[in-house]
């Protein structure tokens, strides 16, 4: 017997390692693996206009959930994961295509910050919303900037089993010199899971202004089901070195998918209460710059500074802000206000402002 395992004992774990070593190879092949910093995709026909020194700018941040629409609970939108939708029909998409499409039109912004834009993902049938969207705007915004930050051939999640291509998507009317994808700090887990996870980004991009300091605009979408780690917190610290190392005028958008305040935390019903904590991690980036919807207009209570409305219908209505702008000291920022559609279009709301650059 001492003989026989002597034999195949070494066999067996060089089979073994072979077979770890093609699992691994195989995870690396299907995911993505993007630079900490690395040039993201530009668009912008060099005919465009810049902007100017003293000139309005005119920006919508909105989280437009790929194009979903209303009448879903997706599996991730209860905290069990156990929401029985798992995509949305080709009707609800066209329909909020052009939902989000006319929204846009109406608002009429120079810059739009767009999150969960999907290219290329099975359950929005290998579209391109990013080309729909421009298509549907008729040539209004001849610049666009786009980085993925949830990319695989395929995710064996039993809910999704298949390609996903999740992106950041800016649009301007104006010239465009550059766009960068940041690398935020990824979420815990085992390697297989984090591999397979969301690669969360801030997409940085640069706006040449005639007379004056390049304005630069960043976009992100944080995590989400975070608990248990130090990865909103790393986030915030990551978000707030970049911005503290751009020279102003600087703005940034997104979904933050954080609370505001500790009063924003107490007004959550206790189930929604385990999705954040008490005190809040956004609290290095509200202490030091200006933002909307502000800490103060959040303990306001009141509804006009909601930004989303869970799909979960246990919830049932619009009850927490978790998407804002931050701005760069002096640089002014009027007109600002939350687009509640209703019905609503998205399970976020749209944010506008106005800038005005030095």
Not at 132 to 144: E, F, N, R, V
Not at 273 to 296: G, I, V
Not at 328 to 351: C, F, M, N, W
Request: charged share 20%; hydrophobic share 40%.
């Amino acid at each position: 017997m001492n003989r026989i395992l002597t034999r195949w004992l070494p066999r067996l774990l060089a089979g073994l390692i072979v077979l770890v070593a093609v699992l691994a190879g195989a995870v690396y092949a299907l995911t993505d693996h993007p630079k900490p910093e690395q040039a993201a995709d530009l668009t912008c026909p060099a005919t465009t206009p810049t902007l100017k020194a003293g000139q309005a700018v005119r920006v919508m941040n909105w989280n437009v959930q790929y194009l979903a629409g209303r009448g879903y609970v997706f599996f991730y939108d209860t905290l069990a994961g156990d929401g029985p939708d798992t995509r949305p029909s080709p009707q609800s998409i066209a329909r909020t295509l052009d939902e989000v499409t006319q929204a846009i039109r109406q608002e009429n912004p120079d810059l739009v910050l767009l999150q969960e834009v999907d290219r290329d993902s099975r359950r929005t049938d290998y579209a391109d919303q990013l080309a729909l969207i421009q298509a549907k705007l008729d040539g209004a915004y001849p610049c666009s900037a786009a980085t993925y930050y949830h990319r695989a051939t395929f995710v064996p999640h039993p809910k999704i089993m298949g390609r996903v291509g999740l992106s950041l998507v800016t649009l301007s009317r104006y010239r465009m010199d550059s766009a960068t994808r940041y690398q935020l700090p990824r979420i815990c887990g085992d390697p297989v899971t984090v591999a397979f996870n969301f690669k969360r980004a801030v997409l940085g991009v640069t706006l040449p202004v005639q007379g004056g300091q390049p304005l630069s605009a960043f976009n992100t979408h944080m995590d989400a089901f975070a608990q248990g780690c130090d990865t909103m917190r790393n986030q915030v610290a990551f978000i707030g070195d970049l911005l503290g190392r751009t020279s102003a005028p600087w703005v940034i958008g997104g979904d933050f998918n954080l609370l505001g305040t500790r009063a924003a935390y107490d007004r959550l019903r206790d189930r929604e209460k385990a999705y954040f904590n008490p005190d809040t991690e956004l609290a290095p980036l509200t202490a030091r710059y200006a933002s909307f919807p502000s800490p103060a207009q959040i303990d306001s209570g009141s509804p006009a500074f909601i930004t989303h409305f869970p799909n979960d219908p246990a919830v049932g209505k619009p009850d927490r802000t978790i998407d804002y702008y931050f701005y760069s000291a002096g640089l002014k920022h009027t007109d600002e206000r939350v687009r509640q559609d209703d019905p609503k279009i998205s399970d976020h709301y749209a944010l506008l402002t106005t800038l005005t650059l030095p």
